[in-house]
């Protein structure tokens, strides 16, 4: 695990910022953005997609990492399509692993029903104390590097 970009992560969790930017923002550097499009091009993906519980933001994150490094830019490449298909499944596999939930439902690791109201909840202590996101976030984060040295998906 990339224990530094784990940590980095985390403190951008820490900071306000959602899920989904807190793992961009820590790879930002590595993929080619800068912090403030990492930022922007990942807001909406947090609470499992704007609050609707759906896939896991810190996950939505690792793939948007995973696809400005490693991304297919042929439309009709159906063998760079699979590979790329194929690397998430294997990502998701990790991430799984990992968590120990067996998933990647935002509302499956939160332990909730439904969809939230959009407004965000106030980050406070009992906030950070019932959530598991500051670690889902760093593991998600953290698992990128591995993942990719693992997986030789320089290649």
Known sequence: MNEEKAIKAKEYFMQGYNCSQSVVAAWCGEIGLDIETALKISSCFGGGMGRMREVCGAFSGALMVLGM???????????????????????????????????????????????????????????????????????????????????????
């Open 69 to 155: 490094k490693y991304g297919n830019t042929t439309g009709r490449d159906a063998k760079a399509k699979g590979e790329n298909y194929a690397m998430v499944q294997r990502y998701a596999e990790r991430f799984k692993e990992e968590n120990g939930f067996d998933s990647i439902i935002c509302r499956e690791l939160l332990g909730i029903t439904g969809v939230s109201k959009p407004a965000p909840a106030a980050r406070t202590q009992e906030y950070y104390k019932k959530r598991p996101c500051p670690e889902l976030v760093a593991m998600a984060s953290g698992l990128l590097g591995e993942f990719m040295e693992d997986n030789n998906a320089d290649k």
